[in-house]
Protein backbone atom coordinates (compact mmCIF):
# COMPACT_ATOMS: atom_id res chain seq x y z
CA UNK A 1 0.00 0.00 0.00
CA UNK A 2 0.94 3.67 0.09
CA UNK A 3 3.77 4.27 2.21
CA UNK A 4 2.88 6.36 5.60
CA UNK A 5 6.10 8.76 6.00
CA UNK A 6 6.93 11.10 8.87
CA UNK A 7 8.92 13.96 7.80
CA UNK A 8 11.05 15.45 11.11
CA UNK A 9 12.22 19.45 10.86
CA UNK A 10 9.91 21.36 8.43
CA UNK A 11 12.31 23.90 7.65
CA UNK A 12 13.90 24.73 3.95
CA UNK A 13 14.71 21.51 2.71
CA UNK A 14 11.98 19.27 5.21
CA UNK A 15 9.22 21.66 3.91
CA UNK A 16 10.24 21.37 0.26
CA UNK A 17 10.23 17.10 1.01
CA UNK A 18 6.51 17.55 2.09
CA UNK A 19 5.46 18.86 -1.21
CA UNK A 20 7.82 16.45 -3.44
CA UNK A 21 6.42 13.30 -1.01
CA UNK A 22 2.77 15.25 -1.87
CA UNK A 23 2.85 16.32 -5.07
CA UNK A 24 5.68 14.56 -7.21
CA UNK A 25 6.49 11.35 -5.34
CA UNK A 26 4.37 7.76 -6.09
CA UNK A 27 3.08 5.20 -3.79
CA UNK A 28 3.84 7.83 -0.92
CA UNK A 29 2.16 10.21 1.74
CA UNK A 30 3.24 12.80 4.60
CA UNK A 31 1.16 10.99 7.57
CA UNK A 32 3.25 13.24 10.00
CA UNK A 33 5.27 16.30 10.65
CA UNK A 34 7.22 16.42 13.42
CA UNK A 35 8.86 20.40 14.11
CA UNK A 36 10.19 21.56 18.00
CA UNK A 37 8.65 25.00 16.45
CA UNK A 38 5.13 23.61 16.97
CA UNK A 39 3.52 26.61 14.68
CA UNK A 40 5.69 25.45 11.87
CA UNK A 41 4.63 21.87 11.84
CA UNK A 42 1.16 22.34 12.33
CA UNK A 43 1.38 25.18 9.20
CA UNK A 44 2.74 22.37 7.09
CA UNK A 45 0.29 19.81 8.50
CA UNK A 46 -2.69 22.16 7.56
CA UNK A 47 -1.36 22.09 3.63
CA UNK A 48 -1.43 18.38 3.22
CA UNK A 49 -4.66 16.26 4.14
CA UNK A 50 -5.01 13.69 6.72
CA UNK A 51 -1.49 14.53 8.07
CA UNK A 52 -0.91 15.24 11.90
CA UNK A 53 1.57 18.06 13.59
CA UNK A 54 3.53 16.73 16.23
CA UNK A 55 6.69 17.90 18.12
CA UNK A 56 8.68 14.70 19.30
CA UNK A 57 9.78 12.45 16.77
CA UNK A 58 9.11 9.46 18.68
CA UNK A 59 5.15 10.52 19.07
CA UNK A 60 4.99 10.32 15.50
CA UNK A 61 7.06 7.13 15.16
CA UNK A 62 4.66 5.15 17.41
CA UNK A 63 1.44 6.50 15.35
CA UNK A 64 -0.24 3.39 13.74
CA UNK A 65 -0.22 5.22 10.32
CA UNK A 66 3.75 6.14 10.10
CA UNK A 67 5.60 3.37 7.96
CA UNK A 68 8.82 5.42 7.43
CA UNK A 69 10.83 8.28 8.70
CA UNK A 70 12.24 11.03 6.33
CA UNK A 71 14.89 13.25 9.02
CA UNK A 72 15.22 16.69 7.56
CA UNK A 73 16.24 18.38 11.38
CA UNK A 74 19.76 19.77 11.54
CA UNK A 75 22.30 17.73 11.69
CA UNK A 76 23.08 17.63 15.46
CA UNK A 77 19.72 16.20 15.47
CA UNK A 78 20.07 13.43 13.62
CA UNK A 79 21.20 10.78 15.89
CA UNK A 80 18.27 11.12 18.20
CA UNK A 81 15.85 10.97 15.52
CA UNK A 82 17.84 7.88 13.86
CA UNK A 83 17.88 5.72 17.15
CA UNK A 84 14.47 6.82 17.82
CA UNK A 85 13.64 5.10 14.20
CA UNK A 86 15.60 2.09 15.18
CA UNK A 87 13.48 1.22 18.40
CA UNK A 88 10.53 1.15 15.93
CA UNK A 89 12.20 -0.58 13.27
CA UNK A 90 11.37 1.65 10.27
CA UNK A 91 12.77 2.71 7.69
CA UNK A 92 14.90 5.86 6.80
CA UNK A 93 15.69 8.45 4.45
CA UNK A 94 18.60 10.87 6.41
CA UNK A 95 19.39 14.18 4.81
CA UNK A 96 23.18 15.00 5.15
CA UNK A 97 25.12 14.56 7.42
CA UNK A 98 24.31 11.50 9.14
CA UNK A 99 25.86 13.00 12.15
CA UNK A 100 27.97 15.94 12.28
CA UNK A 101 31.35 13.93 13.67
CA UNK A 102 32.57 10.61 13.64
CA UNK A 103 31.62 9.46 17.47
CA UNK A 104 28.10 9.76 16.87
CA UNK A 105 27.77 8.17 13.08
CA UNK A 106 29.65 5.36 14.84
CA UNK A 107 26.66 5.14 17.75
CA UNK A 108 24.07 5.70 14.49
CA UNK A 109 25.98 2.09 12.55
CA UNK A 110 26.77 0.08 16.01
CA UNK A 111 23.05 0.46 16.72
CA UNK A 112 21.81 -0.74 12.49
CA UNK A 113 23.88 -3.59 12.84
CA UNK A 114 22.23 -4.71 16.24
CA UNK A 115 19.12 -4.68 14.29
CA UNK A 116 20.43 -7.26 11.94
CA UNK A 117 19.27 -5.14 8.72
CA UNK A 118 19.87 -2.12 6.98
CA UNK A 119 17.72 0.73 7.67
CA UNK A 120 19.00 3.67 6.63
CA UNK A 121 19.45 5.49 3.30
CA UNK A 122 21.84 9.19 3.51
CA UNK A 123 20.66 11.93 1.49
CA UNK A 124 23.20 12.66 -0.83
CA UNK A 125 21.20 13.62 -3.50
CA UNK A 126 24.03 14.52 -6.16
CA UNK A 127 24.45 10.60 -6.34
CA UNK A 128 21.01 10.88 -8.44
CA UNK A 129 21.44 13.97 -10.62
CA UNK A 130 21.79 12.90 -13.79
CA UNK A 131 24.98 14.45 -14.48
CA UNK A 132 26.61 13.30 -12.08
CA UNK A 133 25.34 9.58 -12.70
CA UNK A 134 26.32 9.96 -16.40
CA UNK A 135 29.70 11.22 -14.95
CA UNK A 136 30.06 7.96 -12.42
CA UNK A 137 28.74 5.74 -15.66
CA UNK A 138 32.11 6.92 -17.82
CA UNK A 139 34.42 6.79 -15.14
CA UNK A 140 33.08 3.16 -14.40
CA UNK A 141 33.48 1.82 -17.77
CA UNK A 142 37.25 2.71 -17.83
CA UNK A 143 37.42 4.44 -21.31
CA UNK A 144 39.29 7.59 -19.39
CA UNK A 145 41.53 5.51 -17.71
CA UNK A 146 42.88 5.82 -14.01
CA UNK A 147 41.27 9.17 -12.07
CA UNK A 148 44.13 11.20 -11.16
CA UNK A 149 42.36 14.19 -9.90
CA UNK A 150 39.15 16.02 -9.16
CA UNK A 151 38.22 19.60 -9.15
CA UNK A 152 35.54 20.74 -7.31
CA UNK A 153 33.62 23.80 -6.79
CA UNK A 154 30.67 24.24 -4.65
CA UNK A 155 29.06 27.92 -3.93
CA UNK A 156 26.28 29.62 -2.45
CA UNK A 157 24.60 33.00 -3.18
CA UNK A 158 24.34 33.77 0.71
CA UNK A 159 24.87 31.72 3.91
CA UNK A 160 22.30 31.06 6.51
CA UNK A 161 22.59 32.97 9.71
CA UNK A 162 24.83 30.81 12.20
CA UNK A 163 26.55 29.54 9.66
CA UNK A 164 30.53 28.26 11.03
CA UNK A 165 33.74 27.25 9.99
CA UNK A 166 32.81 23.99 10.96
CA UNK A 167 29.21 24.15 9.13
CA UNK A 168 30.94 24.61 6.06
CA UNK A 169 32.98 21.45 6.47
CA UNK A 170 30.27 19.56 8.14
CA UNK A 171 27.14 20.59 5.83
CA UNK A 172 28.89 21.53 2.80
CA UNK A 173 31.99 20.22 1.97
CA UNK A 174 30.52 16.74 2.93
CA UNK A 175 28.86 16.57 -0.22
CA UNK A 176 32.49 16.36 -2.23
CA UNK A 177 33.47 14.66 0.36
CA UNK A 178 30.89 11.57 -0.94
CA UNK A 179 31.17 12.41 -4.23
CA UNK A 180 34.56 11.90 -4.21
CA UNK A 181 34.21 8.51 -2.55
CA UNK A 182 31.51 7.17 -4.88
CA UNK A 183 33.12 8.56 -8.16
CA UNK A 184 36.88 7.26 -7.10
CA UNK A 185 35.42 3.88 -4.90
CA UNK A 186 38.14 4.74 -2.85
CA UNK A 187 38.22 6.44 0.53
CA UNK A 188 39.77 9.78 1.71
CA UNK A 189 42.63 9.29 4.12
CA UNK A 190 43.88 12.87 4.58
CA UNK A 191 42.55 16.00 5.07
CA UNK A 192 44.19 19.70 4.51
CA UNK A 193 42.10 22.97 4.90
CA UNK A 194 43.63 25.98 3.10
CA UNK A 195 42.32 29.86 3.54
CA UNK A 196 43.12 32.78 1.04
CA UNK A 197 42.08 36.53 2.72
CA UNK A 198 38.50 35.92 2.78
CA UNK A 199 36.03 38.10 0.90
CA UNK A 200 34.91 41.27 1.94
CA UNK A 201 31.26 39.46 2.04
CA UNK A 202 32.13 37.06 4.17
CA UNK A 203 29.59 37.52 7.06
CA UNK A 204 31.26 38.19 10.62
CA UNK A 205 33.38 35.02 12.08
CA UNK A 206 33.16 33.10 8.82
CA UNK A 207 36.41 32.78 6.61
CA UNK A 208 34.77 32.49 3.38
CA UNK A 209 36.03 30.88 0.62
CA UNK A 210 38.08 28.30 1.62
CA UNK A 211 39.88 25.42 -0.40
CA UNK A 212 40.20 21.84 0.89
CA UNK A 213 42.02 19.03 -0.12
CA UNK A 214 41.58 15.63 -0.23
CA UNK A 215 43.68 12.73 -0.41
CA UNK A 216 42.17 8.89 -1.25
CA UNK A 217 43.92 5.65 -0.71
CA UNK A 218 44.30 4.82 -4.34
CA UNK A 219 46.70 8.49 -4.78
CA UNK A 220 44.45 10.51 -5.96
CA UNK A 221 43.54 13.98 -4.99
CA UNK A 222 40.31 15.85 -5.10
CA UNK A 223 39.90 19.56 -4.54
CA UNK A 224 36.99 21.26 -2.75
CA UNK A 225 36.51 25.34 -3.85
CA UNK A 226 33.96 26.04 -1.01
CA UNK A 227 32.43 29.69 -1.28
CA UNK A 228 29.43 29.85 0.37
CA UNK A 229 28.80 34.15 -0.08
CA UNK A 230 29.73 33.92 -3.62
CA UNK A 231 26.48 36.45 -4.10
CA UNK A 232 26.24 35.70 -8.06
CA UNK A 233 24.51 31.63 -7.31
CA UNK A 234 24.37 28.25 -6.99
CA UNK A 235 27.35 26.49 -8.07
CA UNK A 236 28.28 23.16 -8.21
CA UNK A 237 30.74 21.72 -10.69
CA UNK A 238 32.97 18.89 -10.69
CA UNK A 239 35.69 18.20 -13.52
CA UNK A 240 38.02 14.56 -13.38
CA UNK A 241 41.28 14.25 -14.55
CA UNK A 242 42.03 11.03 -15.70
CA UNK A 243 44.87 9.52 -17.28
CA UNK A 244 43.36 9.59 -21.10
CA UNK A 245 41.27 12.35 -20.50
CA UNK A 246 39.07 14.91 -18.48
CA UNK A 247 35.04 14.90 -17.61
CA UNK A 248 33.65 18.05 -16.24
CA UNK A 249 30.00 18.60 -14.97
CA UNK A 250 27.81 21.04 -14.04
CA UNK A 251 28.48 24.18 -16.35
CA UNK A 252 24.51 24.55 -16.39
CA UNK A 253 24.73 25.18 -20.39
CA UNK A 254 21.36 24.07 -20.74
CA UNK A 255 20.44 27.13 -22.94
CA UNK A 256 22.81 29.54 -24.16
CA UNK A 257 21.50 33.16 -25.56
CA UNK A 258 23.04 35.35 -28.14
CA UNK A 259 21.88 38.84 -28.10
CA UNK A 260 23.08 41.98 -28.16
CA UNK A 261 26.66 41.15 -28.59
CA UNK A 262 27.06 39.10 -25.68
CA UNK A 263 25.89 35.45 -25.03
CA UNK A 264 25.28 33.38 -22.25
CA UNK A 265 22.66 31.98 -19.77
CA UNK A 266 21.13 31.80 -16.29
CA UNK A 267 22.75 30.60 -13.25
CA UNK A 268 20.74 28.50 -10.55
CA UNK A 269 20.02 30.68 -7.63
CA UNK A 270 19.68 27.34 -5.02
CA UNK A 271 20.05 24.32 -4.17
CA UNK A 272 16.15 23.47 -4.35
CA UNK A 273 16.72 24.75 -8.02
CA UNK A 274 19.91 23.09 -8.95
CA UNK A 275 19.40 19.98 -7.70
CA UNK A 276 15.05 19.08 -8.03
CA UNK A 277 15.48 16.24 -10.32
CA UNK A 278 18.05 14.80 -7.93
CA UNK A 279 16.01 14.99 -4.95
CA UNK A 280 13.16 13.39 -6.55
CA UNK A 281 15.04 10.72 -7.89
CA UNK A 282 16.51 9.83 -4.50
CA UNK A 283 12.68 10.12 -2.48
CA UNK A 284 11.33 8.13 -5.45
CA UNK A 285 14.01 5.69 -5.04
CA UNK A 286 14.04 5.38 -1.35
CA UNK A 287 10.18 5.02 -1.42
CA UNK A 288 10.49 1.97 -3.75
CA UNK A 289 12.90 0.68 -2.42
CA UNK A 290 11.30 0.66 1.03
CA UNK A 291 8.21 -0.70 -0.76
CA UNK A 292 10.15 -3.51 -1.82
CA UNK A 293 11.40 -4.29 1.44
CA UNK A 294 14.83 -3.05 0.52
CA UNK A 295 17.29 -0.30 1.63
CA UNK A 296 19.56 1.12 -1.53
CA UNK A 297 21.23 4.30 -2.10
CA UNK A 298 24.21 5.49 0.03
CA UNK A 299 24.34 3.36 3.62
CA UNK A 300 25.24 4.50 7.09
CA UNK A 301 28.32 3.12 6.26
CA UNK A 302 28.73 6.21 3.49
CA UNK A 303 27.75 8.67 6.42
CA UNK A 304 29.96 7.48 9.14
CA UNK A 305 33.31 7.50 6.47
CA UNK A 306 31.87 11.47 5.39
CA UNK A 307 31.29 12.08 9.22
CA UNK A 308 34.85 11.05 10.08
CA UNK A 309 36.38 13.01 6.67
CA UNK A 310 34.80 15.90 7.61
CA UNK A 311 35.79 15.38 11.67
CA UNK A 312 39.65 15.18 10.24
CA UNK A 313 38.77 18.55 7.89
CA UNK A 314 37.60 20.87 10.63
CA UNK A 315 40.77 19.88 12.86
CA UNK A 316 42.50 20.53 9.75
CA UNK A 317 40.78 23.78 9.66
CA UNK A 318 41.30 24.93 13.37
CA UNK A 319 45.00 23.59 13.74
CA UNK A 320 45.81 24.71 10.03
CA UNK A 321 47.56 21.46 9.03
CA UNK A 322 47.17 18.07 7.15
CA UNK A 323 45.14 16.23 9.54
CA UNK A 324 44.49 11.97 8.31
CA UNK A 325 41.11 10.56 8.83
CA UNK A 326 41.12 7.64 10.90
CA UNK A 327 38.54 5.29 9.69
CA UNK A 328 37.38 1.88 11.18
CA UNK A 329 37.80 -1.65 9.49
CA UNK A 330 34.41 -1.49 7.18
CA UNK A 331 32.15 -4.15 8.94
CA UNK A 332 31.35 -7.11 6.71
CA UNK A 333 27.23 -5.65 6.99
CA UNK A 334 28.20 -2.78 4.95
CA UNK A 335 30.09 -4.60 2.22
P1 LIG B 1 16.27 24.59 8.54
O1 LIG B 1 16.92 25.28 9.66
O2 LIG B 1 15.61 25.37 7.45
O3 LIG B 1 15.15 23.61 9.13
C1 LIG B 1 15.35 22.77 10.23
C2 LIG B 1 14.01 22.54 10.93
O4 LIG B 1 14.18 21.55 11.92
C3 LIG B 1 13.50 23.81 11.62
O5 LIG B 1 12.13 23.99 11.32
C4 LIG B 1 13.70 23.48 13.12
O6 LIG B 1 12.72 24.10 13.96
C5 LIG B 1 13.54 21.97 13.12
N1 LIG B 1 14.19 21.27 14.24
C6 LIG B 1 15.31 21.62 14.93
N2 LIG B 1 15.60 20.68 15.84
C7 LIG B 1 14.66 19.70 15.70
C8 LIG B 1 14.42 18.47 16.37
N3 LIG B 1 15.23 18.03 17.33
N4 LIG B 1 13.36 17.74 15.99
C9 LIG B 1 12.52 18.18 15.01
N5 LIG B 1 12.69 19.33 14.36
C10 LIG B 1 13.75 20.08 14.69
O7 LIG B 1 17.37 23.59 7.95
P2 LIG B 1 17.46 22.96 6.47
O8 LIG B 1 18.27 23.82 5.62
O9 LIG B 1 16.09 22.57 6.04
O10 LIG B 1 18.34 21.65 6.78
C11 LIG B 1 17.76 20.49 7.33
C12 LIG B 1 18.61 19.27 6.98
O11 LIG B 1 18.68 19.15 5.58
C13 LIG B 1 20.07 19.34 7.46
O12 LIG B 1 20.50 18.05 7.78
C14 LIG B 1 20.80 19.88 6.25
O13 LIG B 1 22.16 19.50 6.21
C15 LIG B 1 20.03 19.20 5.14
N6 LIG B 1 20.09 19.92 3.87
C16 LIG B 1 20.37 19.20 2.76
C17 LIG B 1 20.46 19.82 1.55
C18 LIG B 1 20.84 19.03 0.34
O14 LIG B 1 21.22 19.62 -0.66
N7 LIG B 1 20.75 17.72 0.37
C19 LIG B 1 20.22 21.19 1.44
C20 LIG B 1 19.92 21.90 2.60
C21 LIG B 1 19.84 21.25 3.80
C1 LIG C 1 23.27 22.80 2.53
O1 LIG C 1 23.03 22.17 3.77
C2 LIG C 1 23.29 21.78 1.44
O2 LIG C 1 23.25 20.61 1.63
C3 LIG C 1 23.54 22.34 0.11
O3 LIG C 1 23.49 21.33 -0.87
C4 LIG C 1 24.89 23.01 0.11
O4 LIG C 1 25.12 23.61 -1.13
C5 LIG C 1 24.96 24.09 1.20
O5 LIG C 1 26.25 24.64 1.22
C6 LIG C 1 24.63 23.49 2.56
O6 LIG C 1 24.60 24.52 3.54
Known amino acids: GTLGVAVIGTGRMGADHV ?54 SPGPAHEAALLTAFEHDLPVLCEKPLTPDAASALRVLQAEQKLGHRRVQVGFMRRYDPEYVELKALLAGGRLGR ?42 TAVTVLRPAPSPNAPEG ?52 TMAGRWGGTVAQDFVERFEEAYDREVQAWVDATRRGEVTGPSAWDGYAAAAVCEAGVRAQSEGRRTRVDLIERPPFYA
Not at 23 to 46: L, N, P, S
Not at 58 to 72: G, S
Open 147 to 188: PLMVHNRHRNVASPPGFTDAMLINDSVVHETDVTRWLLDQEI
Open 19 to 72: RRISQVTGGARVAAVVDVDAERAKRVAAGVEGCTAYTEPAAAMAADDVDAVLIA
Open 206 to 257: LADPQFVVLETEGGALADVEIFVNCGFGYQVQAEVVCECGTARIGDGHVMVT
